[in-house]
């Protein structure tokens, strides 16, 4: 299939003006690696989801034409030809293209999935298709802003009545209590414990007194750990309140605009007594469901919120708050949101929580504010 410079206006390359080499050296060059696909074909969580939403819905599939956004190791585009697709377009940015044309003719459907190497913004195909499949989702749904992709896709190569797979996409977030804290504590002592490995009790490393860099590279850690979120695989008994949902999105109908920026207004009430909330959790899940005039037979959902057999390799982003709240069951907070994505790279995101305890007597306690970016 031919390329052509990007056919997606208001796409992401073009409405932030990323630089091309920069966006592969940070991004795409990974993806490039068997090892980093192994990550992603290992996550049994993922997987499962993927491949029943595929053969359990085989009607959206068989006889259709398929764009596999982002198409990696090449499998989702071979589970839709083992559906019953007609034409399987995979697309994939990086030279793991060759790795995906091997396992395509490696299990005999060469002839319908076809590997195209380049960006999905750019290329042409010869026709509009019927389903559009993509694994696109970064730590928290939205880090790595592949939905912009998935959307510059769809606008282009998707009919009108055209499934989107997954459909839909929800964010969610909840306090945590600590542990958290006392386990940053640990890697705090950790580090410390590294730096007086060199560094010893005197502190006069090759005649020079080093306390002053002591010091500092302790709040350098300090630092880190506020200001850049965590990931974590938490346990579900670690959360003390009602998950709230932020963003509920579907994929047939979001704008590039809609995601750029995240804000909403939160009310989380607590479930733990004496307890303090020491984090916020954020995760996601997506939705299998087809859409109106084309419903999924069977909807799957992927979730990737805490569980205590291990969850997924995205875990959950844990953003530290500081200091810690105490709160009480009957509690709640009010937390106000906001998500943009960094200024220095769209990739990566910046996330402010202004949080306000308000007391089972309604009385409310001053805000305190949570600035972190997702890097
Ligand atoms: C999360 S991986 C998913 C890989 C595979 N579909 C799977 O499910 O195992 C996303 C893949 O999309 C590719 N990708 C991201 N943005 C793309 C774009 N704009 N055009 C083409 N490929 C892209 C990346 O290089 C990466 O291989």
């Given at each position: 299939m031919g390329t052509k410079e990007n056919g997606c206006a208001g796409s992401t390359q073009a409405s932030t003006q990323v630089d091309k080499g920069v966006d592969f050296a940070n991004y795409f060059c990974t993806y490039g690696y068997l090892y980093h696909q192994k990550e992603m074909l290992s996550d049994r969580v993922r997987m499962?989801?993927?491949?029943?939403?595929?053969?359990r819905n085989k009607h959206h599939f068989r006889g259709k034409a398929v764009l596999d956004v982002g198409t990696g190791s090449g499998i989702l585009a071979i589970w839709c030809a083992q559906a019953g697709a007609r034409k399987v377009y995979a697309v994939e940015a990086t030279k793991m293209a060759d790795h995906a044309r091997d396992l395509a003719r490696e299990n005999g459907v060469e002839d319908i999935v076809e590997v195209i190497e380049g960006s999905v913004e750019d290329v042409t195909l010869p026709e509009k298709v019927d389903?559009?499949?993509?694994?696109?989702?970064?730590?928290?749904?939205?880090?790595?802003s592949m939905f912009d992709s998935v959307i510059c896709a769809r606008d282009r190569w998707l009919k009108p009545d055209g499934v989107m797979y997954p459909s839909h996409a929800r964010m969610w977030l909840a306090p945590i209590?600590?542990?958290i804290t006392d386990q940053k504590m640990e890697d705090l002592n950790c580090a410390m414990n590294d730096w007086h490995s060199f560094v010893?009790?005197?502190?006069?490393?090759?005649?020079v007194n080093m306390s002053v860099l002591t010091k500092a590279y302790r709040e350098e850690h300090e630092k880190y750990y506020l200001k850049t979120s965590l990931w974590c695989n938490l346990d579900p008994n670690q959360i003390i309140g009602t998950p709230a949902l932020i963003k509920d999105i579907?994929?047939?109908?979001?704008?590039?605009?809609?995601?750029r920026t995240i804000t909403a207004q939160l009310m989380l009430p607590i479930h733990a007594d004496r307890s303090r909330i020491s984090a916020y959790a954020g995760w996601f899940?997506?939705?299998f469901k087809g859409c109106g005039q084309n419903p999924a037979k069977d909807e799957v959902e992927l979730t990737t919120a805490p569980d205590a057999d291990g969850?997924?390799?995205?875990?959950?982003?844990?953003?530290?708050?500081n200091p810690p709240i105490r709160v009480n069951e009957g509690d709640?907070?009010?937390v106000s949101f906001k998500m943009s994505r960094a200024k220095q790279y769209h990739r990566l995101m910046d996330i402010e929580l202004i949080s306000e305890l308000e007391l089972s007597s309604g009385k409310r306690l001053p805000p305190i504010t949570t600035r972190v970016s997702i890097e």
């Open positions: 499962d989801a993927y491949f029943h939403a595929v053969s389903v559009i499949i993509s694994e696109w989702m970064g730590y928290f749904l939205l880090r790595e209590r600590s542990g010893d009790e005197t502190e006069v490393h090759y005649g579907d994929c047939l109908q979001a704008t590039v605009d809609e995601i899940d997506v939705q969850g997924t390799h995205w875990g959950q982003q844990v953003f530290l708050v709640k907070v009010l």
